[in-house]
């Protein structure tokens, strides 16, 4: 596979299965497109004050030990089960592409209780996404938060074959308030594309109501920020040059 076929798709289930299978045996965690959703899922309670990555490390090194915990100590939640599949579903029904990503690569969906935590993936576990779940969440959330944290793993994948853009000074970053490395801004316009790219979705945006059209204006803002920031740098491999290309070519409103 040419590496302008694997840095350019925004995209692209053969190209996941395809790097999924250069991973060392031990850190394969793709699953079939057709598993169940239910088996995807995974319940995880912790009390730990670390956020983002460090909790995900964290409760990876106790999955390790102990993958599956002793039955009765977690319990499932029907409610909040139904509502992760009605929006895996809507993703996968209706937004062909995204979801046989999604499905291809995501085989383990671990549902966090945990305060601060909102959603979080790391390079150290593929195929694994963190959702902690608020209250308050709407489809729309959990739409927005699988497709964001997936898009993270899609990018750690494309990585392990070519760095995409090499280390610079700091750039601003539509996501977080303080500046992020180029390669932070990189994931982020890939993530904010792989999103306005699924909200765009007639039925998809139908399902969602008008709160998916305010979150979708926002996040196409996001998108252009994040390439201007990009547009600074100057840092890129060849095949980071094609995906910001690519980016940059797909970023006009559907």
């Keep these: 596979m040419k590496m302008a076929r694997i840095s350019a798709s925004i995209f692209d289930a053969e190209l996941v299965g395809y790097l999924l299978q250069r991973l060392p045996v031990c850190a394969r965690v793709g699953h079939s497109?057709?598993?169940?959703?239910?088996?995807r899922l995974a319940y995880y309670h912790t009390d730990s004050p670390a956020t983002d990555h460090?909790?995900?490390?964290?409760i990876g090194r106790e999955l390790a030990l102990e993958p599956e915990p002793p039955p009765?100590?977690?319990?499932?939640?029907?409610?909040?089960?139904?509502?992760?599949?009605?929006?895996?579903?809507l993703i996968?029904?209706?937004?062909?592409?995204a979801g046989a990503v999604l499905a291809r690569l995501v085989g383990r969906i671990l549902l966090v209780e945990h305060r601060a935590l909102i959603a979080a993936s790391t390079r150290a576990f593929p195929g694994c996404i963190l959702l902690a779940p608020k209250r308050d969440w709407r489809c729309l959330d959990f739409v927005e938060a699988m497709v964001h944290e997936a898009s993270h793993l899609d990018l750690f994948l494309r990585q392990s074959v070519d760095p995409l853009i090499y280390p610079g000074p700091p750039?601003?970053?539509?996501?977080?308030?303080?500046?992020?490395?180029?390669?932070?801004?990189?994931?982020?316009?890939?993530?904010?594309?792989r999103v306005t790219m699924v909200l765009c979705e007639p039925a998809i945006a139908r399902a969602l109501g008008a709160g998916a059209a305010v979150r979708l204006a926002l996040r196409r803002r996001q998108l252009g920020q994040a390439l201007s920031s990009l547009s600074c740098h100057d840092g890129f491999t060849t095949a980071g040059r094609r995906l910001l290309r690519a980016l940059e070519d797909e970023s006009t409103p559907c």
């Design 33 to 39: 497109p057709a598993l169940p959703l239910k088996a």
């Design 54 to 58: 460090a909790l995900v490390h964290a």
């Design 72 to 89: 009765g100590t977690l319990r499932r939640d029907p409610v909040l089960e139904r509502r992760v599949g009605q929006a895996w579903k």
């Design 92 to 97: 996968t029904s209706q937004a062909p592409a």
């Design 171 to 193: 750039l601003p970053s539509p996501l977080r308030s303080s500046l992020r490395s180029p390669l932070g801004v990189l994931h982020a316009a890939f993530v904010l594309r």
